[in-house]
């Protein structure tokens, strides 16, 4: 393999990174190479708090240049959950001359080789961590997350997993050795000799189709995966949802430009309003890798009739808690409370179904009925957000009006146990702010199972009374496997419980939380250590990040001649 | 990871195997633990060569007996390329009670861990080893292979694909540790603690839809990484290849039982003359994984119809060898004509379109014309296959009656160069034995353009004339993009006309063996070694061997546990 003319540097400015996450990969412990605190940015090169916001506000209400070949128009489609205007105008791209151009970028970012392709990322990864001020509130102002959420989540989160999808792609590519002598022994005759040549060939042009909740952090791992891999990508993000994914687009371009490659290797595909260009996207026959976060309807589909694509989705499911008995009652609680409060609940990993059996739960201080936990977690909750401007801290701004009408609906579904509050956020008057809903519901009744067992995307969770762990047990089981799930979580002391809850997620394929009582949540992952989404039950066909999202993104070229 | 009763001791036994194999995909050497001459069976517990005719010779005309749950009946559907009559019935399944059955072997298969799923899968594999001779004559007279071919690409080399694919799954599998401390530093706080564990779970039900020509060579590599990979394997054969996939399914049953797992994990799901049974299997809601070697027809059919499970499919494509120049040109007129003889031409990977300049080919006597080059392959084919009786052991028998038209067809097609020879086979009278046509297409002219870019099955080659190398490289490019190529082959003493060739090769992803001249060709391919197929074009959608074709046959599930 050769490096192309500049990408030297690049690897040997990051080639240590790459290792450790490699070794990470491995180990499955900690690690990250991006700084989760906010005063952590502000020095060699990278932008401040104050330099962050001046560098996003700057974006707002101009045209967002990217120079793609074909840009026949502009579109600005964007509205801040905050309630402040975005106004920022993307280029509008003519895709039969765009793409050309994207996939004549192909042959020598191919040449350059797996290190090469590494280096290249893993430094656009380094540009986009030095500006995670400016990130945090392209995030904030797009998913409704709020400011310290976006931060770390849209930023060294979403970078900390892309960085993973790079050490995979090249792992997955460096298996095979670039050349091999190959000599079969014939007995008394002279043996075969061959020279063999290997290559790693990308598969094709690669789309992105980015979500409007975690842009940046749904988006990098298949980004990254696929350039990593060889291949051009395509971003087309949600149209409420541009500018982190146009922030990364443009810095992904420059990087590309100044070692010699071309900037075409990424490319943005804003829509106009209404314009819905994402399953003709899909069908074409050039595009040949599909990362897509989102509903389960239009993942359903692109799995279903994009079938000239390799397709990455992760879609809805409904998240489970099964709650038997716990040694930290208040532990859980709050642990609880935060999860189901965080960026309003709306997460593809936050719990909706809360299984508690109807005889109680046991706990250090004895059995607590079904009411006593229901009516303590709501307790939890308020007290957790009783204060407003901690609230508006955690809960950020309801992404889009759907998620505020669920809210408003959920009383019509059963008894409410704690009612959702509306808040006013001081710095931004024009944000819809709402605390979580809990509803109880009645496990055996069957009315109330199309309730529970359909997703309630947002802070709706529902209480559900079983008759018994084994009744947990079993809705756990129909539950992931009809609907599917990102994350289950359990508390128990009981031996056979866990064994049982387990069996469930091993059976199922579910990534399983046990007795999180802590400052961890089983809404959260970390990346080089957890996966997220198992990509075994209908909530997902992929996890991130694993062999089986980077193994398929290219193929491997054979030469082999007499030696 | 706990290992079953009796893993322990296949384990022990098998290790080494296991980690040369390992050893040998890393390194792309040449190894391999299955002999490839006749004489190295009889010893250390392996049929001989009259033990095997003997063992073949006690199927014929029986009821194959496999104590499957569900079987409702028999059916036999084989006929011998040979002429013989086989006679052999198998057990008719009702899926409604055979499939359940085998997803509940799962759990205790998961249990098992990677590593004693490999032992049990090495242990099928040596059994199989040791009655290579038994083998070799199921696939001669269910294929229509000669025998040596059939010991060889039916024996050893069938049994080092699976190996190959046991050992790919196995190293994916381990890549993911059991378990894992985390903690994240949290400044002057405690760090948040974890313990988390690993566990790879199959997907679910693997269905391996065989093929005829070669039952076990094609078919191993799935059966055993899916086996490996914690998924039970229904082996639905071809109905005129069935009795190769049996006697694998009987070893793998026996040998699942007797080290005390459900030998449900490996069954056979034989049809009924015309049944078809294919469809509705591929599509049912349990099989998750599905393997197949056949027609482009019905592989795209697979491929847009079963998206409920992983498909890996190879189909047919149009192989191509590009004739522009050689420093050896009797070398190259032999391996030419040993590849286009060998089992008459109905491999896969057996090269169609010769691709000739005009002009004439350089060598190392000087320039031979279109018209020499073509008749001194006819004559170099002619003397290979000059005596009756190698012809034969070279030859085989035509497997079907299709392919027998489609060699009488030939010569309307163009002007023939060698016109084909039937020969009879004083063994097997019954046999239909034929050697290559080969049949002169100008490459200029339109109605031609037909005939060269359809697969043609069979022993039909096309010598096509052709203006120039650039106008081979060309149409080498269009042929391997539109109809998908197993193999390419080119002779060139011309460095830029290689380098476009290997451009093409990279681009349109095919493999390429380059100016072959001695006893490797272009249709045979090694494991641990070469790929066969790349996946990447219309040819087949998978490689033979490589991560892609491992890692998504079973999913990570992550319990976690604050620590």
Redesign the interface.
């Given at each position: 393999m050769t490096a192309g003319p500049n990408a030297a540097e690049l690897i040997e400015k990051h080639r240590a990174t790459l290792d450790q996450a490699i070794e990470t990969?491995?180990?499955?412990?900690?690690w990250s190479p991006h700084p989760e605190h906010p005063k952590a940015y502000g020095e060699n090169g990278s932008l401040s708090a104050a330099e962050g916001k001046e560098a996003f506000d700057a974006l707002l209400g101009g045209r967002f240049e990217l120079d793609q070949p074909g840009t026949d128009g502009w579109s600005a489609t964007e509205s801040s959950p905050y309630g402040i205007t975005m106004g920022v105008e993307y280029p509008h791209a003519d895709l039969d001359v765009l793409l050309p151009a994207m996939r004549a970028a192909?042959?020598a970012w191919?040449e350059a080789g797996p290190e090469a392709r590494a280096a290249v990322c893993l430094e656009i990864l380094a540009r986009i961590s030095a500006r995670t001020h400016e990130f945090a509130h392209a995030v904030m102002h797009t998913s409704g997350q709020a400011f310290m959420m976006a931060l770390q989540a849209g930023g060294p989160h979403a970078q900390d997993r892309g960085l993973e999808a790079v050490a995979y792609a090249y792992m997955?590519q460096v298996?095979?050795?670039d050349a091999?002598?190959?000599?079969?022994?014939?007995g008394k005759r002279d043996p075969?000799n061959?020279r063999?040549h290997?290559?790693a060939?990308g598969?094709g042009l690669s789309l992105l189709i980015g979500c409007n909740t975690f842009p940046t952090w749904n988006g990098y791992p298949g980004l990254f995966a696929s350039l990593a891999t060889g291949n051009p990508v395509l971003v087309k993000p949600h149209p409420r949802a541009v500018l982190p994914l146009a922030l990364t687009v443009r810095i992904a371009r420059e990087v590309l430009a100044e070692h010699g490659f071309d900037p075409n290797l990424v490319a943005l595909a804003a829509e106009r309003e209404g314009e819905g260009i994402a399953k003709d996207l899909a069908t074409r026959p050039e595009v040949r890798i599909i990362d897509y976060t989102g509903s389960t309807e239009f993942g359903d589909w692109l799995?279903?009739h994009a079938?000239q694509a390799q397709v990455y989705t992760e879609k809805a499911g409904v998240n489970t808690v099964v709650i038997d008995s716990t040694d930290d009652y208040k532990g859980m609680l709050g642990n609880l409370a935060f999860s189901l409060s965080l960026y309003s609940g709306q997460m593809c990993t936050t719990p909706q179904n809360l299984l508690i059996p109807r005889g109680g739960v046991g706990t250090e201080d004895g059995e607590k009925s079904f009411d006593e936990v229901v009516g303590d977690l709501a307790g939890a909750v308020g007290k957790l957000l009783g204060d407003d401007a901690r609230a508006n801290a955690l809960l950020g701004a309801i992404v889009n009006p759907q998620v505020g009408q669920r809210i408003d609906a959920a009383g019509s579904l059963g008894e409410v146990a704690l009612p959702s509050r509306s808040l006013t956020n001081p710095d931004f008057p024009g944000a819809t702010v709402r605390t979580p809903v809990i509803v109880k519901l009645d496990g055996g009744k069957p009315e109330a199972e199309e309730t529970y067992l359909s997703e309630c995307f947002g802070p709706v969770s529902f209480a559900v009374a079983v008759d018994s762990a084994d009744e947990a047990v079993a809705l756990l089981r129909r539950t992931v496997r009809e609907k599917g799930a990102m994350t289950v979580g359990a508390y128990t002391t009981a031996e056979d419980v866990e064994r049982k809850i387990?069996?469930v997620?091993?059976?199922e394929?579910?990534?399983?939380?046990?007795?999180?009582?802590?400052?961890?949540y089983v809404n959260q992952t970390?990346a080089f250590?957890?996966?997220h989404g198992?990509?075994?039950n209908p909530a997902a066909n992929a996890?991130l990040c694993?062999?089986?999202f980077v193994?398929?993104r290219f193929?491997?070229?054979?030469?082999?001649?007499?030696a």
């Amino acid at each position: 393999m050769t490096a192309g003319p500049n990408a030297a540097e690049l690897i040997e400015k990051h080639r240590a990174t790459l290792d450790q996450a490699i070794e990470t990969i491995r180990s499955r412990a900690y690690w990250s190479p991006h700084p989760e605190h906010p005063k952590a940015y502000g020095e060699n090169g990278s932008l401040s708090a104050a330099e962050g916001k001046e560098a996003f506000d700057a974006l707002l209400g101009g045209r967002f240049e990217l120079d793609q070949p074909g840009t026949d128009g502009w579109s600005a489609t964007e509205s801040s959950p905050y309630g402040i205007t975005m106004g920022v105008e993307y280029p509008h791209a003519d895709l039969d001359v765009l793409l050309p151009a994207m996939r004549a970028a192909m042959p020598a970012w191919r040449e350059a080789g797996p290190e090469a392709r590494a280096a290249v990322c893993l430094e656009i990864l380094a540009r986009i961590s030095a500006r995670t001020h400016e990130f945090a509130h392209a995030v904030m102002h797009t998913s409704g997350q709020a400011f310290m959420m976006a931060l770390q989540a849209g930023g060294p989160h979403a970078q900390d997993r892309g960085l993973e999808a790079v050490a995979y792609a090249y792992m997955e590519q460096v298996r095979v050795p670039d050349a091999a002598d190959w000599s079969k022994p014939q007995g008394k005759r002279d043996p075969l000799n061959l020279r063999k040549h290997f290559t790693a060939v990308g598969r094709g042009l690669s789309l992105l189709i980015g979500c409007n909740t975690f842009p940046t952090w749904n988006g990098y791992p298949g980004l990254f995966a696929s350039l990593a891999t060889g291949n051009p990508v395509l971003v087309k993000p949600h149209p409420r949802a541009v500018l982190p994914l146009a922030l990364t687009v443009r810095i992904a371009r420059e990087v590309l430009a100044e070692h010699g490659f071309d900037p075409n290797l990424v490319a943005l595909a804003a829509e106009r309003e209404g314009e819905g260009i994402a399953k003709d996207l899909a069908t074409r026959p050039e595009v040949r890798i599909i990362d897509y976060t989102g509903s389960t309807e239009f993942g359903d589909w692109l799995e279903q009739h994009a079938t000239q694509a390799q397709v990455y989705t992760e879609k809805a499911g409904v998240n489970t808690v099964v709650i038997d008995s716990t040694d930290d009652y208040k532990g859980m609680l709050g642990n609880l409370a935060f999860s189901l409060s965080l960026y309003s609940g709306q997460m593809c990993t936050t719990p909706q179904n809360l299984l508690i059996p109807r005889g109680g739960v046991g706990t250090e201080d004895g059995e607590k009925s079904f009411d006593e936990v229901v009516g303590d977690l709501a307790g939890a909750v308020g007290k957790l957000l009783g204060d407003d401007a901690r609230a508006n801290a955690l809960l950020g701004a309801i992404v889009n009006p759907q998620v505020g009408q669920r809210i408003d609906a959920a009383g019509s579904l059963g008894e409410v146990a704690l009612p959702s509050r509306s808040l006013t956020n001081p710095d931004f008057p024009g944000a819809t702010v709402r605390t979580p809903v809990i509803v109880k519901l009645d496990g055996g009744k069957p009315e109330a199972e199309e309730t529970y067992l359909s997703e309630c995307f947002g802070p709706v969770s529902f209480a559900v009374a079983v008759d018994s762990a084994d009744e947990a047990v079993a809705l756990l089981r129909r539950t992931v496997r009809e609907k599917g799930a990102m994350t289950v979580g359990a508390y128990t002391t009981a031996e056979d419980v866990e064994r049982k809850i387990e069996d469930v997620c091993l059976e199922e394929c579910a990534q399983l939380s046990l007795n999180l009582t802590g400052g961890v949540y089983v809404n959260q992952t970390a990346a080089f250590s957890d996966f997220h989404g198992s990509g075994g039950n209908p909530a997902a066909n992929a996890a991130l990040c694993d062999g089986a999202f980077v193994s398929n993104r290219f193929r491997t070229v054979e030469v082999r001649r007499q030696a």
